[in-house]
């Protein structure tokens, strides 16, 4: 008999729940920090789960190594106490890039190309590349999906297979929507390209993280603010899903609020489930 869709908890504080897991996956992006300043609340409640005895891994679709993200949290002032570890969509990505062609049209800014530190490829403009990698927009403070269509349009008639490094398709940047490196990969596969991906919901990012986190069969919890990243990927891994409210989905998701049998609905109707829901994490 089908009971319906699992309506979520709310809570208010991460720590009602955090002594029934043992590992804790969390977004960084939207949860952690908005990309210009960090949340306090969000830091304290990560450190109060590592107290409790859960191993924090921050879990992100950002196209750099873990690295490269660790300075940029160091940069916002965020404690190195509040996690154990990093994994990356660029971390992931990495194994994709060394297993395709070695000559590489890369489609993104300049910081990310720590993202090839190490590996045996090649970059060249775009008539001599065999692949393309997209980490981002070349500037994605002004340029939009659309400069790029011609682009996507010459490379797609090449039939190149196309390695994306962050699935998501929008951030938050402060009060800015900032478009990420899937946005670009979604207009590829729409002129029928071949799209790779290993960042969330894609299982290998949580592999990567499972084997960071010496999971090993422990109980888990994923923390996230994208339906369609942590959520999804939460519910394809196999772990429990603590939804953000107030992140990417925060429009999407404000008629719910005080309705959580509605937002079950909701969920369902997106083919998602998540065990809890929050406005903020704290």
């Known amino acids: 008999m089908d009971s319906g869709p699992m309506i979520p908890r709310r809570i208010d504080r991460l720590s009602t729940i955090a002594g029934s897991y043992d590992v804790i996956f969390c977004d960084v992006w939207g949860v952690v920090h908005d990309g210009e300043v960090k949340s306090p609340q969000a830091e304290a409640a990560?450190?109060?789960?590592?107290?409790?005895?859960?191993?924090?891994?921050?879990?992100?679709?950002?196209?750099?190594?873990?690295e490269g993200v660790r300075a940029q949290l160091d940069a916002l002032h965020v404690t190195r106490d509040a996690y154990d570890t990093i994994v990356t969509s660029g971390d992931a990505?990495?194994?994709?890039?060394?297993?395709?062609?070695?000559?590489?049209?890369?489609?993104g800014a300049q910081r990310d190309l720590d993202l090839y530190a190490g590996l045996d490829v090649q970059l060249v403009p775009e008539p001599e590349?065999?692949?393309?990698?997209?980490?981002?927009?070349?500037?994605?403070?002004?340029?939009?999906?659309a400069d790029y269509a011609d682009m996507l349009a010459r490379l797609a008639a090449r039939n190149l297979p196309m390695i994306c490094a962050n699935p998501d398709i929008v951030v938050h940047r402060g009060p800015r929507l900032i478009y990420c490196a899937g946005a670009l990969a979604a207009e590829y596969e729409k002129l029928g390209g071949t799209v790779h991906l290993a960042g969330k919901p894609h299982r290998p990012i949580y592999e990567v993280a499972a084997r960071a986190a010496e999971l090993a069969g422990g109980r888990l919890l994923c923390i996230g603010d994208g339906l369609?990243?942590?959520?999804?990927?939460?519910?394809?891994?196999?772990?429990?899903?603590?939804l953000?409210?107030?992140?990417?989905?925060?429009?999407?998701?404000a008629p719910f609020q005080a309705d959580m049998p509605a937002l079950a609905e909701e969920l369902t109707r997106r083919r998602l489930q998540a065990q809890y829901v929050t406005g903020s994490l704290a």
């Open 93 to 107: 990505t990495r194994a994709l890039i060394d297993e395709g062609p070695n000559t590489i049209f890369h489609i």
């Open 46 to 66: 990560l450190l109060d789960a590592r107290r409790a005895g859960c191993r924090v891994v921050l879990l992100t679709n950002s196209p750099r190594p873990g």
């Open 228 to 242: 369609y990243t942590d959520i999804r990927g939460a519910n394809a891994y196999g772990g429990d899903a603590l």
């Open 129 to 145: 590349a065999e692949a393309v990698v997209v980490t981002g927009l070349f500037d994605d403070e002004v340029e939009t999906p």
């Open 244 to 253: 953000v409210e107030k992140g990417i989905h925060e429009q999407d998701l």
